[in-house]
Nanobody, 124 residues
Framework: QVQLVESGGGLVQAGGSLRLSCAVSGRTFSSYIMGWFRQAPGAGREFVAAIIWSGARTYTADSVKGRFTISRDNAKNTVYLQMNSLKPEDTAVYYC?????????????????WGQGTQVTVSS
């Protein structure tokens, strides 16, 4: 059983920064592709970023490219999402997800394990 626990969310003013963390327990973390998604009220789950097992390749949504950075520390079984220059439209619940699949993906259906989410609110 794989468990994902997000932390680091909160309330921040526009232009500010937050760093989200996702701690993973259970099976071999280093073999999983990890992703971040977000869901605003009344909207579907939106892809934010993903990273392969080695950290050598990442994939970031155009809406956050240049502002958000995904990274991972396999020694700590943790994946991070550094969010800079935050905007009110970034307000959402942010979810961490993991997949044992062989390719990086922006589709939520490709991810097997999910955390409970952490709220990020950006005020204008």
């Amino acid at each position: 059983q794989v468990q994902l626990v997000e932390s680091g969310g909160g309330l921040v003013q526009a232009g500010g920064s937050l760093r989200l963390s996702c701690a993973v327990s259970g099976r071999t973390f280093s073999s999983y592709i990890m992703g971040w998604f977000r869901q605003a009220p009344g909207a579907g789950r939106e892809f934010v970023a993903a990273i392969i097992w080695s950290g050598a390749r990442t994939y970031t949504a155009d809406s956050v490219k240049g502002r958000f950075t995904i990274s991972r520390d396999n020694a700590k079984n943790t994946v991070y999402l550094q969010m800079n220059s935050l905007k009110p439209e970034d307000t959402a619940v942010y979810y961490c997800a993991a997949t044992g699949g062989g390719r990086i993906s922006s589709s939520p259906s490709e991810y097997t394990y999910w955390g409970q989410g952490t709220q990020v609110t950006v005020s204008s």
